[in-house]
Every structure is written in structure tokens, then in C-alpha cells.
């Protein structure tokens, strides 16, 4: 068998997990500079850059989230694939243990979490044989937020704010540029999209994903798609989502788009959104030792330029500092824009928390607390938890349980991204509370703002889905909803569709 094959996979799953390929290190530099200086975004982007280099230095990983593990591996003819798959299996499980990865599989039906990222259709494995005497092995980690962002078209289709999408690359036009606008900062904006035209239901979403796979600066040799590409790049960013959805000058940093011959019956526009945290690396491998020949997308030669020559996120002084447990008094000073910083205790709480919360009393008193949606990277020493990675998971999944929440337990802040529907704004307006944005995947600069684990609760949830026990200190992040009815979300949402109809319509 092949003796390094194992230590191949694992360096690549590290390293994906760690490290942003230089494509797209060069685009989020490119957006970060596009920025005005002290806009809401241009501070998101700069959080996000000292989260990219954090991640890299300390071999953290970038994101909490740290996704869907999908390889695409090429073999020669004969190739011992069963091996292999078991192989990559057992490095998956490993990058695990070493808390490179989250535990991210869980069993759909008993919502249990495998603990180890394996489990019925974890991780994605694709196979395809070559004539060529040497393995490829390429991964990408897309996590849950973007994923969830993804959508599919069945043309022709009336679209909000666009009238109708034909059988046209016009329509096929129409559809991306809805699916970018419908994710708003749900996905981590700024982010990229991999597009598939045609195929059935599910070829398309495979081939779109497989789209995410070529570099962000490459050229389609598709004249016809190269031109669609270049269309939407030039114009999509008039939509002003920006960076989390912010409101901002950049909200896209690639659109790759591919075709697949379709029924007639059938035209299927389908787009994969990935976010800035495009964790996408590959390796080349000698067929008969498995050692890496070479690394794909990156070239470990040439150093990795940091993203920030300065300090990263910078004070302006109009910071509202805020210790936990908040008062009603506190969070109705608070208004949409207000940059805060929370020290104290904080309890983080998602899907499993919130479902919990409605037929449960919580396991803590959470009067005046500050309820973080987040499903941390989390690694026992001793008897001890370390958290290595935690930005905040989308909000918009706990919408159905959030006022209810609110208004029963008494909580004065909630932390997320994305932004909260109405039924939200309206319970913050009611019982006195705020949410607040923090940027989305900045899990190593979050998580370097905890001083401490003083507990966890509902464990058996699995780490991502307990109710950790934090103590903070000075954790940034945005008023996007406040207490008087206003939601910078909502405003977004409306301004770039005005300007989704001005663009396409
Ligand atoms: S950056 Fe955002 S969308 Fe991407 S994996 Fe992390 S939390 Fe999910």
C-alpha cells in the first residue's frame, strides 16, 4: 500500500482548514482595500483579515464552521480505491481529534453527533480514474451557512425585483444575481459562486459546487461563459450587500460558471455560494508511496504574505462598552451602528439550545444575559475546555424560537450574523433587547476574546450544540437590530433590491 498516503491527506486537511488558498487571500485583499476606511464593512473585512492571518499562524482553524469535508481524488487505472477511501476516513477522523475540524456529522433522525466527522455521507468522497501515474487529491470545507444560501432555479421563473428569468443566459444572468442577493450577509459576504447551467437536479448542484474548485483569477475557456462571468462581476457589486451584509462596495469575489447538457423539458440554473472563508486546497501524490509530490492552488515556496501590514481592528473611541448581565436601560441606549464591546459572562446557544428552550426551563438563569449562536471548536485538556474557534453561526434558524426566548428568559442580547426576521425585531422592541452582528467566520479572533470556560450545559447535545459557559473580554461587535424597531438588515435587504431591479431587471 501506499505508506504516506495517510499523512498526505491529513496535511491537506489541515491545511485547508488553516490556511486560505493566495487566489483568495488576493481577492479579499483586493475587497478589503476597496473599502472606505471606518465603514461598517471595511471594519468587518478588516476583523476577517486578522482572523485569516491568525488562522494561519496559529494553525487554527479559519472558521468554526469548518464544513462539508468534499474530496475529488484522481487515480490511476487500478488504483485500490477501497483503501483509499478508508484512508482519507481515517485522516478525517483524526484532523477531529487534533481539533483541526469540528465534530460536524450528525444523524438527521436522532440529531446525534458522530463525534468523529464520519457517518452516512460524511465525509464526501468522489472518485474518478485517469491515465496519468500519480493521485490528485483536491478538498474543499464549505460550511452550513453558505450552503444554506445555495439555491436552484427551474427556468423559467418570476423572480422578485427582476420579472422573469427565460431559457437565456440573460435568464441564467437573472438567477445568479437573485442568488447573490437573497443570501445578503447570510453566507459571510463577501463571497463566491459556482454556477452550473442545466443537468438534472442534482448533476447541476454537483457540477455548480465543482465550480468552487478552479481559481477565483482564471478565465473560462468557454467564450460564451467567460462573458457571463465577466458581466456578473462587473455589476453584481452595485448591489451594495457588502461585507456581512453591511451595506458596502464589495459583496462578490467570483462567479464560476459550467454547463451540463440538460432534458429538454429541463432548464435548471443552479449556484453554490461559498463564503470568504473558501477553504479549498489539493495535493499531488507519488502513486506508489503517497508522498506529496505537489501542492495545488499554493505554492509553499514563496512565504504567505500576511493580509494586514497594521494592528488589524482599530478603536475609534465611540466603542460602547458593555458588561454582562445587561440591564433593559442599557440595550434601549443602544441603537443600529453602535460598535460594542462585551466583557462578562456569555452563554452560547444554537439549534439544540433553542428547541430545547421551548419545552425546557434553561439549564442557567439567562436574566440580562448574552446569548452567543455559536457552535464553537472545543478541545478538553485534562480536565479542562479550551475553545480554539468562535465566530457566530447564522441567526435566521433560530427565528422561530428567538422572541419566544426573548420574552421568557428574559435575555438582553443576542449574538449572531445575518440578522433576525420580524417576529425578532418585534420581541427586542417589546422586552427590551438588541442583536448584535459579529462577523461571520472570524473564529479565531473571537475566540481569542475568551478569557475562560466556566461551564457547559446540555453536553450531550455534542460540543457544537451545548450551552458553553463563557467568560469574555471586550468581544466587538455591531448593533444591527436595536430595541427601537429599527434593523440594518431589513434596510439592506430593501436598498440592494432596488438596486437588484436597476442592475437586471
Ligand atoms: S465563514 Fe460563515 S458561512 Fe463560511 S463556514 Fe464560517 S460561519 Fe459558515
Not at 461559498?274 to 501524490?285: I, N, P, Q, T
Not at 443576542?414 to 438588541?434: C, D, N, P, R
Request: a negative charge.
Amino acid at each position: 500500500m501506499l505508506p504516506s498516503f495517510f499523512e498526505s491527506v491529513l496535511q491537506l486537511i489541515v491545511r485547508t482548514s488553516t490556511d486560505l488558498p493566495p487566489d483568495v487571500r488576493a481577492a479579499m485583499k483586493t475587497a478589503l482595500d476597496a473599502e472606505p476606511a471606518a465603514t461598517r464593512s471595511a471594519q468587518a473585512l478588516t476583523i476577517i483579515a486578522q482572523n485569516i492571518d491568525l488562522a494561519a499562524d496559529a494553525e487554527g482553524a479559519i472558521c468554526q464552521d469548518t464544513g462539508m469535508p468534499t474530496f475529488e481524488v484522481h487515480v490511476p487505472i487500478g488504483a485500490n480505491q477501497v483503501w483509499m477511501r478508508q484512508q482519507i476516513r481515517e485522516a478525517v477522523k483524526e484532523a477531529t481529534r487534533r481539533g483541526k475540524l469540528r465534530p460536524n456529522s450528525v444523524d438527521s433522525i436522532t440529531g446525534k453527533n458522530s463525534g468523529d466527522n464520519l457517518g452516512p455521507g460524511t465525509p464526501i468522497i468522489h472518485f474518478d480514474q485517469w491515465e496519468r501515474d500519480e493521485i490528485e487529491v483536491k478538498l474543499i470545507l464549505k460550511g452550513g451557512g453558505c450552503e444554506n444560501t445555495n439555491a436552484q432555479y427551474a427556468v423559467p421563473v418570476e423572480l422578485a425585483h427582476l420579472g422573469r428569468a427565460d431559457r437565456t443566459l440573460e435568464g441564467v444572468k437573472k438567477c445568479i444575481l437573485h442568488a447573490v442577493w437573497n443570501a445578503q450577509g447570510k453566507g459571510c459576504a463577501p463571497g463566491a459562486v459556482g454556477v452550473c447551467i442545466g443537468g438534472d437536479r442534482t448533476s447541476g448542484y454537483t457540477h455548480a459546487k465543482e465550480q468552487l474548485f478552479r481559481t477565483l483569477d482564471d478565465v473560462n475557456p468557454d467564450p460564451r461563459l467567460a462573458e457571463l462571468e465577466a458581466s456578473i462581476m462587473a455589476t453584481v457589486n452595485n448591489l451594495e450587500i457588502g461585507a456581512m451584509g453591511f451595506g458596502g462596495k464589495v459583496t462578490l469575489i467570483g462567479c464560476k460558471i459550467g454547463a451540463l447538457n440538460r432534458l429538454p423539458a429541463s432548464f435548471f440554473v443552479s449556484v453554490a455560494y461559498d463564503c470568504w472563508a473558501f477553504r479549498r486546497l489539493g495535493v499531488v501524490l507519488n502513486a506508489s508511496s503517497g508522498a506529496i509530490e505537489r501542492w495545488l492552488y499554493r505554492d509553499p515556496s514563496h512565504p504567505i504574505i500576511p493580509m494586514l501590514d497594521q494592528a488589524g481592528f482599530t478603536r475609534t473611541g465611540r466603542e460602547v462598552a458593555l458588561r454582562a448581565p445587561l440591564s433593559e436601560a442599557q440595550v434601549r441606549s443602544l441603537h443600529v451602528g453602535d460598535v460594542v464591546l462585551i466583557s462578562g459572562r456569555m452563554f452560547t446557544g444554537r439549534d439544540a439550545v433553542h428547541s430545547h428552550l421551548m419545552k425546557h426551563e434553561p439549564p442557567v438563569d439567562l436574566r440580562g444575559s448574552v446569548l452567543y449562536h455559536c457552535g464553537p471548536v472545543v478541545v478538553k485538556e485534562g480536565e479542562m475546555w479550551r475553545i480554539t474557534a468562535a465566530g457566530p453561526t447564522t441567526s435566521i434558524r433560530e427565528e422561530p424560537y428567538q422572541g419566544e426566548v426573548i420574552a421568557r428568559y428574559g435575555v438582553r442580547a443576542v449574538i449572531g450574523k445575518g440578522g433576525m426576521g420580524a417576529k425578532t425585531l418585534s420581541a427586542l422592541k417589546e422586552h427590551g433587547a438588541v442583536y448584535l452582528n459579529a462577523i461571520g467566520g472570524a473564529a479565531q479572533f473571537y475566540a481569542r476574546t475568551i478569557e475562560r470556560v466556566d461551564g457547559v450545559s446540555l453536553l450531550d447535545f455534542g460540543t457544537p450544540e451545548a450551552m458553553w459557559h463563557l467568560t469574555v473580554n471586550e468581544f466587538p461587535a455591531i448593533v444591527t437590530m436595536d430595541a427601537h424597531g429599527n434593523s440594518l438588515h431589513k434596510d439592506v435587504e430593501q436598498e440592494s433590491g432596488e438596486h437588484l431591479a436597476a442592475i437586471g431587471g
